[in-house]
Structure formats: structure tokens, C-alpha cells
């Protein structure tokens, strides 16, 4: 279940806060020292990233210890990527992931993935 990301709807993105935000960073700079992609990359990577129309959501407190504890449990996923997916199931976008854990999660739940 993949599609490109003409198939995404409009016109808003959604993704989880702290761990988005995190998660951008840290694979731009991973890739960055393991020479993957230039600083120059990174930039227009970001530059492209605030252009688009992306809504952070924001989290109640009890929704870790509910809906993310569960997919957890059911899937096996760290706390993270359980967020992930629950958003995904919840805005019924797709998914773009590398973490083999989350991606074999997303097709148990039916969630679509961006191939890419």
C-alpha cells in the first residue's frame, strides 16, 4: 500500500511536535556526518520543509499513556513511531518512514506508505 506524495491530500500535513521536529534534525545531521548529503541539501531540505503547509499537533498528556501505550504494545514500536502511526490512522495520510518496525506496523494496520 504506497503511494507518492501527489497522492497526499491538502492543504495541511500533520505530523507529532517534539518528535517530528527531533526526528527531522536528526536524520538531516546523521546523513549530514555519514556524508549522505551535502550541508548545501540540508538547507534547501529545510528551506522546502517550511514552505509547506505542515499543522504540529499538539499532544494531551494522557494520549501516551492510551492510544501510543497500545499501538506500542500491539506492534512492538518504540513510543515514537507509535505516535506516528496512531497519527497516521487518525488523518488517514500516508506514512513515510525507513524504520522497518514502523513500516511492517503500517501495513498490519493498513496504513498507506510514500513511496519514495
Do not use: W
Not at 555519514?34 to 540540508?42: F, G, Q, Y
Not at 492510544?67 to 488523518?91: E, F, M
Request: with cysteine; glycine share 6%.
Amino acid at each position: 500500500m504506497t503511494d507518492g506524495l501527489a497522492g497526499l491530500p491538502q492543504p495541511a500535513f500533520k505530523v507529532t511536535t517534539v518528535a517530528a521536529r527531533r526526528d527531522f534534525r536528526n536524520a538531516l545531521l546523521v546523513g549530514e556526518k555519514r556524508k549522505r548529503i551535502s550541508k548545501e541539501l540540508v538547507r534547501t531540505f529545510l528551506d522546502e520543509l517550511v514552505a509547506l503547509p505542515i499543522v504540529l499537533e499538539q499532544l494531551p498528556t494522557g494520549f501516551v499513556f492510551d492510544r501510543v501505550q497500545h499501538l506500542s504494545r500491539k506492534h512492538g514500536l518504540i513510543p515514537c513511531n507509535a505516535t506516528y502511526l496512531d497519527l497516521a490512522l487518525n488523518s488517514r495520510f500516508p506514512l513515510a518512514t525507513l524504520d522497518e518496525d514502523l513500516r511492517r506496523a503500517c501495513e498490519k494496520a493498513r496504513v498507506r506508505l510514500v513511496q519514495g
